[in-house]
């Protein structure tokens, strides 16, 4: 006899208000395959996110293309092409997120759109939220959400690659993780 699992989806995600990251206790980043044989990692700097809580909660953030950090100068520089994500034409990332919900364990999951270079295409979110705020030093609370997804880059238009010259594919992988660990502020009023 097969049994069933059943998870219980709790009714608020977050409490009611508006939270936003905390861009110094926070990261927005990236993570991809390279030359078959590492992860590479990446992320920006200037990204904005606002979480709004309550029973029909949803989450909005972008980033700014000309903060990409991959620890390397020249390789910012090229992706700021349009090899990869057209900082002239496109300069911002967006993600918007309305159907998101709150499972046992703090594990949460939700359904969002994500833009890339002018391109906007659904996506699933998992990841896990603190199961309460907590109260900073500042007498400011906090919520710790941390989501993440995998999308295929050049269904955004995001394309460019070498092959490996070893034989055995190409040097960067069509799959990218995209992780935001965000450290959520609740604003006043």
Do not use: C
């Not at 936003?20 to 590479?40: C, I, K, L, Q």
């Not at 979480?51 to 029909?56: A, D, P, R």
Request: hydrophobic share 35%.
């Amino acid at each position: 006899m097969a049994t069933m699992s059943v998870t219980a989806v709790t009714k608020e995600f977050a409490p009611a208000g508006v939270w936003s990251a905390d861009r110094v206790h926070s990261h927005v980043s990236f993570e991809v395959a390279y030359a078959g044989v590492n992860t590479f990692r990446g992320g920006f700097t200037d990204f904005t996110v606002t979480l709004t809580g309550g029973e029909e909660p949803s989450l909005e953030g972008t980033a700014r293309v000309a903060s990409v950090d991959v620890k390397d100068e020249n390789l910012n520089a090229h992706l700021q092409t349009p090899d990869f994500f057209d900082a002239a034409r496109h300069p911002e990332i967006s993600f918007r997120a309305t159907g998101l919900r709150r499972l046992d364990g703090g594990r949460v999951e939700g359904t969002g759109e994500l833009t890339i270079k002018g391109v906007t295409q659904p996506i699933e979110v998992t990841g896990t939220i603190a199961s309460a705020p907590v109260t900073d030093p500042m007498g400011r609370e906090r919520l710790g959400l941390r989501l993440e997804t995998s999308i295929d880059r050049t269904g955004y238009g995001v394309s460019w690659n070498a092959p490996n010259q070893t034989g055995g594919g190409d040097y960067v992988a069509n799959d990218v993780k995209l992780i935001a660990e965000l450290a959520l502020i609740r604003q006043e009023g």
